[in-house]
């Protein structure tokens, strides 16, 4: 155990892309300088009586608090929060960051989670004061660019994913897709029918058979036949009247675009079904083909993937769905109306509008026509609007890159996927790390460890942490499920060759360095801040939070 | 080439050929059906550089009257804080801004260390042991505290205070019907949840008890007794939720000490931006026997290899990943960074600042209620303690019309309750303060909210004569 200390730290990990010409660190038992950083929390410094805040001067003649809030009502013993300085606040979270891995600093292959890079034009619009500092409750009148630029990007999501309504409400895209499976079975319950069955592919994001038994209904799993699509007399025996919908993703989490993705819809919906698509792999496909045009009823788009939104940690994000006409009466509410200013209100100040449009939040089901969108909703998911700072960032996206910039960056992601297979390839890991199916990609390809395991004794993990020594996030590890060691790879459309081709070389240098000893992986990694964590031991008797004096 | 692929037309080339095709048409037409492969593009405009999307946007932006353009008393489940500079630089900062959920956490100590840090900043501030790591929003939050009661009891009647903000409830609803609960509202009386009618609601069939402090109205429930008449109409096994104002814990007993079981809440006043609505993030704490029960992402405390201190991601045998169907949420992305600025907001305030903020908000709270109870034609809709909001009654006056004459002259009264509510509240005015409302503010506020008074009589009277 290392003590607390005030060396400086040295920066955690090289570049990736191998610009960084640091020698790679021999598994060593020495400690670096991030590792002598020994963690202490926020709680564990400073000292009583210090802070940070100053209150204002209260400025009205004070009460005694007894005469307008009964003690009996009080807090009798304050929280027990940090006692710190600014100073010592800034340096304890800078020096906290430094003990992460981030995309701006190296290569973050993460299957399934699109870590493509972040524009920083997006965080400087975002912080405007009449977006930042607009609240949500404000009049539709004095917040027609907001409500705009929210029209603008379901205008622009309906156009992508190929279907006519958009909400931007859920806050995530498992969120949006308890909306879709909420959606799905309003709409087969105004038919009179009551229909419990949600057919997932064994590939499916956990996140799906979740959201059906939260959403009341059943799951029914289908298989994935050899080439990586759904087994379609899997499907066919399954597919009957009780299947209120199918829920997919296309390309899957295999990278593979179903080649009977209409043949799927045909069967779906000749029982009465209706097609979820699972928006996570949107990236593959954007300007390609459209979810919409395969034969799906509705869609859920994960912002913070396709459209670019700093993943934050772990959020925040944001899930909006599309659907088609005859699912859009169920939609959730507000939904906001256009309408040409003149029509609207012929004398209007051209300050109430937006170039030439007002908009409206439309918050009731009864204040919408029989049949038009959100005159049967499902109701309200959360509060407000949706994450609207993450609209923000994903219209400047769609913005700036065009019908042209989208396509180009479908288009490079899926060509990177390929050249880094093939790269892999050449380097002679198939062997060891075979393709678990197929011979081409979309945008992701996965890796079966299986091999590497039996021959080498060196799991997929083992690799992941290895890799981290390389100065690499490692890719998505053990997913999809029905994979042995999956190892899910998605290089994106802002990585450079250069970059991929440094990935491929260090996955074949770990491999050449199993054979001759594979303790190495084994035991890795060795320059991070901490190394292998001891996970089974904070399941067995967790401790989850500070523990106070 | 867009500006954010790095592909050059030599790179394409080299790529293309080590993958041996001719073409990326060749590479996805081998892959996608000739049917559903576009050949036209997207029916959207042209790309745009930079500086062209950054006058469309603060164009956009300009077209909003926010916070910063008018003095805003307007409130209702968010509210315009002050947020520290420290916010804006850590959050700015690349290694908390760009990484993903932390799945490797031998390079996402920091993180993860910000998870341990929040919860335990959430435990405190809540007097309860146990909290996740964040969950999307307030509203939600209260969703999936419900679902959470029906895991852990199995009944399916929710009982909801009307007290509980109006998205609340509409969001409650939505779930409910997923899961297959009913819901119960429990009406208001003089401002706060009605005793009597709470305890009649409740039964052995009750699931969980949800109320929320302070309420919609602005009064401050009287929590412990609810609770306990909740327990004792429904039984040990009833789960009580709280839904806080995080804020107001600086001075109100905190959840656990009032027999709440579960308290979760909207987390934008804790560092968070307006943002027109989010991205803020949800807070959600329970008692120890909720551990295993729990949504979300949950950090906890371990040790490596060679004996360190450290952090992971734990109890994931409950989540989505692991669980799938019978996970006890689907939630995968959460709120981190919101959580961060919730987190660094706490320590910003310490354990002196957060009630001295609180006190603060309830006095000037108190002189900005009277002095504007004071006004003719003002009645208070009720007389409740408050903290940092409360609700107004304005007789014969429409109210909508007068947020706007206020507005017109660079103030925000406050919230119409009729747009939300309709009946029974069209003529009630919700009013809210933060730190950053000044003792002259709430005076102009009073004189403006006079003059429109005055107005609206005026107009009135000359139409009543007219037609006289």
């Known amino acids: 155990m290392s003590t607390p200390t005030s060396i400086p730290e040295e920066r955690l990990l090289p570049a990736a892309g191998g610009s960084d010409p640091r020698p790679l660190a021999a598994p060593t038992t020495s400690v670096n300088p991030i590792q002598r950083d020994h963690a202490t929390t926020i709680f564990e410094k400073g000292a009583p009586g210090r802070r940070s805040f100053v209150a204002p001067d209260s400025g009205v003649p004070e009460v005694a608090l007894d005469e307008i809030l009964p003690a009996k009502l009080r807090r009798a013993t304050p929280a027990r929060l940090p006692e710190v300085t600014e100073s010592e606040l800034v340096r304890h979270y800078v020096r906290l960051s430094r003990r992460n891995f981030d995309l701006d600093t190296g290569f973050y292959p993460l299957g399934s989670c699109t870590m493509k890079h972040n524009p920083r034009l997006h965080e400087r619009v975002t912080a405007l004061p009449g977006h930042a500092r607009l609240h949500p409750l404000q009049s539709p009148e004095r917040s027609q660019g907001a409500l705009a630029l929210m029209h603008g990007l379901e205008r622009q999501l309906a156009e992508v994913s190929g279907l006519p309504h958009v909400c931007l409400q859920p806050s995530a895209g498992s969120h949006g897709e308890l909306a879709g499976v909420l959606l799905a079975r309003a709409y087969h319950e105004a038919r009179g029918e009551t229909r419990t069955k949600v057919l997932t592919p064994d590939t499916a994001h956990g996140t799906n058979p979740a959201t059906v038994t939260m959403a009341g209904l059943e799951v029914v799993k289908v298989a994935t036949n050899p080439d990586g699509g759904v087994d379609l007399d899997d499907l066919r025996a399954k597919a009957d009247d009780q299947v209120a919908l199918i829920m997919l993703t296309n390309p899957n989490t295999l990278g593979i675009f179903d080649p009977n993705i209409e043949e799927i819809a045909s069967i779906v919906h000749g029982v009465g079904g209706v097609l979820y698509y699972d928006g996570a792999n949107l990236n593959a496909i954007m300007g390609i083909t459209r979810p919409g045009d395969m034969g799906f009823d509705i869609v859920h788009f994960n912002l913070h993937k396709s459209f670019t939104q700093p993943h934050g940690g772990g959020g925040p994000g944001s899930g909006p769905i599309a659907v088609s006409d005859r699912i859009s009466p169920y939609l959730p509410l507000p939904v906001i109306r256009r309408e040409p200013l003149a029509s609207a209100n012929g004398n209007a100040p051209a300050t109430e509008g937006f170039e030439g449009f007002r908009y409206s939040l439309v918050e009731h089901a009864d204040a919408v026509p029989e049949g038009a969108p959100g005159s049967k909703s499902i109701g309200k998911l959360r509060g407000f609007q949706g994450n609207y700072g993450c609209f923000v960032r994903s219209y400047t996206y769609i913005t700036s890159l065009g019908a042209e910039g989208l396509r180009d960056a479908s288009e490079i992601a899926v060509l990177n996927a390929n050249y880094l297979l093939a790269k892999l390839q050449e380097l002679g890991v198939r062997e060891h790390l075979p393709l678990a199916f197929g011979t081409r990609c979309m945008h992701e390809f996965v890796l079966s460890g299986g091999p590497m395991k039996r021959e080498l004794g060196v799991k997929t993990l083992d690799l992941a942490k290895r890799l981290l020594d390389h100065g690499f996030h490692p890719p998505t590890v053990y997913f999809p499920l029905l994979v042995d060691e999956a190892l899910l790879v998605e290089p994106v459309e802002t990585e450079a060759k250069e970059t991929l081709d440094a990935f491929a070389e260090a996955i074949a240098e770990i491999l050449r360095e199993a054979v001759e000893d594979p303790t190495i992986a084994q035991n890795a990694p060795y320059s991070t801040p901490v190394r292998r964590l001891d996970e089974a031991k904070a399941a067995k008797q967790p401790v989850i939070r500070q523990p106070l004096g | ?468």
Not at chain 2, 407 to 417: I, N, S, W
């Open chain 2, 1 to 468: 080439m867009t500006r954010y692929t790095t592909a050059t037309d030599a790179d394409r080339e080299a790529m293309l050929s080590a993958v041996g095709v001719s073409s990326i048409r060749d590479l996805l037409a081998e892959q996608i059906p000739a049917a559903l492969l576009r050949d036209d593009p997207l029916d959207l405009p042209a790309g745009r550089s930079e500086q062209e999307v950054y006058t469309h946007l603060r164009e956009l932006s300009a077209a909003n009257v926010s916070a910063e353009d008018e003095v805003t008393f307007l409130g209702a489940g968010m509210y315009d804080h002050y947020v520290p500079s420290i916010i804006d630089m850590l959050l700015g900062r690349s290694e908390f801004l760009t990484p993903y959920t932390p799945y490797q956490p031998e390079v996402s100590q920091g993180g993860l260390q910000v998870m341990f840090e929040y919860q335990t900043a959430i435990s405190e501030l809540t007097a309860l042991p146990v909290s996740n790591a964040s969950v999307y929003e307030g509203p939600s939050a209260v969703a999936a505290a419900a679902y959470l009661g029906k895991l852990a009891n199995g009944r399916t009647r929710i009982v909801v205070s009307a007290g509980a903000h109006p998205h609340t409830i509409a969001t409650l609803q939505t779930y409910a019907k997923g899961y297959g609960s009913e819901l119960v509202v429990v009406p208001l009386r003089d401002g706060a949840t009605d005793p009597q009618e709470w305890a009649a609601a409740i039964d052995d069939r009750t699931s969980v008890a949800i109320v929320q402090q302070p309420n919609f109205v602005g009064a401050v429930e009287d929590v412990a007794a609810l609770t306990d008449a909740a327990k004792q109409a429904g039984g040990d096994k009833l789960v009580t939720v709280g839904a806080y104002d995080p804020i107001c814990l600086g001075v109100l007993a905190p959840p656990g000490e009032v027999g709440i079981d579960v308290a979760v809440g909207e987390g934008q006043t804790l560092g968070n931006r307006l943002d027109f609505g989010g991205p803020s993030f949800g807070f959600f704490a329970a008692r120890e026997a909720f551990l295993r029960r729990m949504p979300g992402r949950i950090a906890g405390e371990t040790t490596d290899v060679d004996g360190r201190r450290g952090f992971v991601l734990t109890l994931q045998t409950r989540e989505q990943h692991i669980r799938r169907e019978k996970a006890t949420s689907n939630i995968c992305t959460s709120q981190a960074l919101n959580a961060l600025a919730g987190v660094v907001y706490l320590g910003w305030l310490g354990k002196d600042g957060l009630p001295e903020l609180a006190e603060l908000l309830v006095q000037r709270t108190h002189y900005a209620r009277r002095k504007l109870a004071a006004i003719d034609g003002v009645e208070l809709l009720h007389e409740q303690p408050v903290v940092r909001e409360f609700a107004l009654r304005l007789p014969g006056i429409d109210v909508p019309a007068l947020v706007d004459f206020v507005q017109d002259r660079g103030y925000h009264p406050g919230l119409a309750l009729g747009r939300i509510y309709g009946e029974p509240y069209a003529d009630g005015l919700l009013v809210a303060l933060t730190e950053q409302r000044t003792k002259q503010q709430i005076d102009r506020l009073a004189e403006l909210i006079g003059e429109a008074i005055g107005a609206q009589r005026t107009a009135t009277a000359q139409t009543t004569g007219a037609v006289a």
